[in-house]
């Protein structure tokens, strides 16, 4: 129960530092994206039904406040939710480089899932430009968040359902 609410609390938290406080004080390239590392999280470490809920509102949160399309970041999310939730189980999920390797691969699904979706659905000039150039910086700011998480004694505590 007690590790319900510090989930939770650790979501609105995570919330309200991607959506108040780093867009002010951080640079757009070396911004990580909290939410996509909350994703991660749920995926390897929560139940299936509440976690594709969540994340489809930590998705549905990031393209309200970030201004893209309405539903892109909510479809990317909940697909890559459901990727590493179905391999989670041959993996070891409570490992801190495993998660750090994950927020990584998850970064580049979701940067190559909202170009493709981009490309496909608008017309927009230079955005495959505008989002390749900013991929690396974007990579390793989100892989040193990661890395920050796995020291949270959340993290080390043991596995339980949401």
Not at 35 to 43: D, N
Not at 74 to 85: D, E, H, M, N, Y
Not at 136 to 150: G, K, Q
Request: proline fraction near 4%; charged fraction near 5%.
């Amino acid at each position: 129960m007690i590790r319900n609410i510090s989930v939770l609390f650790g979501l609105v938290l995570t919330v309200v530092l991607q959506t108040s406080v780093l867009p002010v004080h951080v640079a757009d390239a070396f911004k990580p994206d909290l939410l996509l590392v909350a994703m991660v999280y749920l995926a390897l470490r929560g139940p299936v039904a509440s976690g594709a809920l969540l994340v489809w509102i930590l998705g549905l949160l990031k393209d309200i406040f970030s201004g893209l399309y309405l539903g892109l970041n909510a479809f990317s999310f909940l697909i890559i939710f459901i990727v590493i939730k179905n391999i989670s189980d041959l993996l070891y999920a409570e490992s801190g480089e495993l998660f750090v390797v994950t927020v990584s691969a998850a970064t580049a699904a979701c940067v190559t899932a909202n170009l493709i979706l981009l490309l496909m659905l608008t017309s927009t000039p230079g955005i495959s430009y505008s989002m390749i150039s900013g991929f690396l910086p974007h990579l390793l700011a989100n892989a040193f968040a990661a890395s920050l998480v796995t020291l949270l004694p959340v993290f080390s505590s043991p596995q339980e359902a949401l």
